[in-house]
């Protein structure tokens, strides 16, 4: 067994408030773990036995619950990632990334190039919009400690972008029912459609705002 498998039985045997956050925190850091085996496993049991009946360990659990739980563990992820950025600083960070160690954690200065790049392109709301990406989501808060982005927008923007992530998480374990190959698939085909509607968004804010000024002149 590898040792995401061996978390993942853990984590079945411990499903509850606490673990999902914590895993939602490692998730979330550098530290690679999928998120689709916690919190779609999660939501499909509190849904199929009921918000008050459902039981993980000795105690119910609530899918609202739970998504607020891998919010929150989600932000402490990136609090964690963005600390060290501004403690480190862009060298130590790109040398750390091609280290033997960052390589074991599937980091590369290449990622975090990529990272810097869609941060610089789309600001700071990039925070938000990158909690949706896979390849994205763990390291967009690198970019935003190396700029110093201010903590309480990090803050907002991250915990907005997670809570809907999350969401869509919870709601692809109640239509798999708990099945993995099937949260796979729907979570990656549910992460290109949400992406491409927050585009189409933005596109129609940013479109409404050239109108009115080329209105006005």
Do not use: C
């Not at 690679?32 to 199929?48: H, K, L, N, Y």
């Not at 923007?157 to 992530?165: K, V």
């Amino acid at each position: 067994m590898t040792i995401v498998d061996n978390i993942i039985s853990w984590y079945t045997a411990h499903m509850g408030y606490g673990s999902i956050m914590a895993l939602m925190a490692v998730e979330s850091s550098f530290i690679p773990f999928p998120s689709e085996v916690v919190i779609p496993p999660a939501a499909f049991v509190a849904t199929e036995q009921g918000s008050a009946l459902a039981v993980s360990g000795s105690y119910p659990i609530d899918v609202l619950l739970i998504i607020l739980a891998g919010t929150i563990g989600a932000l402490i992820g990136a609090y964690i990632n963005y600390g060290l950025s501004v403690w480190l600083g862009r060298p130590i960070i790109y040398k750390l990334a091609d280290s033997k160690v960052g390589h074991l954690l599937l980091l590369s200065g290449e990622k975090v190039l990529k990272a810097e790049a869609y941060f610089a392109e789309h600001g700071k709301v990039s925070t938000f919009i990158g909690r949706l990406i896979p390849g994205i989501r763990q390291l967009i808060s690198i970019p935003a400690g190396l700029s110093r982005m201010h903590f309480g927008q990090f803050t907002l923007y991250t915990f907005l972008g997670a809570f809907i992530w999350n969401s869509v998480l919870a709601g692809i374990g109640y239509l798999a029912n708990g099945q993995m190959e099937l949260i796979k698939e729907y979570s990656h085909v549910l992460s290109v459609a949400i992406l491409l509607i927050v585009t189409l968004v933005v596109v129609f804010f940013i479109g409404r705002v050239i109108y009115r000024r080329v209105r006005k002149q």
